[in-house]
């Protein structure tokens, strides 16, 4: 992609757990930061994304990776709320465990393609992503994946912070 900086490429592309990668580079000092969790209405291209219907209801969760005592990586879940039934509805109870250890632990999630962004500041999960920072940055990198959990899909927005390495 155009203008991705070189520091943030190789987290963008990373296929396995972003999770385990951000505790590997923290030498022991890392935290989920659970920020918000409600039920709410998905951002229109999410709602796309999961192929939802207008007006669809999901249990949204927004958290930060931390390192070091600083937020590295802004998470945002959302959920469906006909995904959480059956083994799906641990998912709803997490806390501040981070969701990417279930995902990837459980055999019946499968991961689907992930897209990659250049987010700025008029975008809706920029806004929402440096709600909580002191520093705005000018523009932001992330990517998005969607996951089916027992055959249940659900999204996971991943943005990387001005902190990470």
Do not use: K
Not at 5 to 33: H, K, M, N, Q, Y
Not at 90 to 101: F, M, V
Not at 141 to 155: E, K
């Amino acid at each position: 992609m155009a203008g991705l900086p070189a520091a943030v490429a190789p987290w963008l592309r990373d296929t396995g757990s972003l999770t385990r990668r951000v505790i590997e580079s923290c030498d022991g000092d890392f935290r989920v930061r659970l920020l918000r969790q409600r039920w709410g209405r998905p951002f229109d291209s999410e709602r796309r994304l999961l192929g939802s219907r207008s007006g669809i209801r999901a249990l949204i969760r927004e958290v930060e990776l931390w390192c070091g005592g600083e937020p590295w990586v802004f998470a945002r879940s959302v959920i469906p709320a006909t995904s959480l039934h059956g083994p799906a509805r641990r998912l709803a109870s997490l806390g501040e465990r981070p969701l990417g250890a279930v995902l990837f632990a459980d055999p019946r999630v499968r991961r689907g393609d992930t897209q990659v962004a250049r987010l700025l500041p008029r975008h809706p999960l920029f806004q929402v992503a440096v709600r909580d920072l002191d520093a705005v940055p000018s523009e932001l990198w992330g990517r998005r994946t969607l996951y089916r959990f027992a055959g249940h899909p659900l999204l996971v927005n991943e943005i990387f912070l001005p902190a990470i390495p």
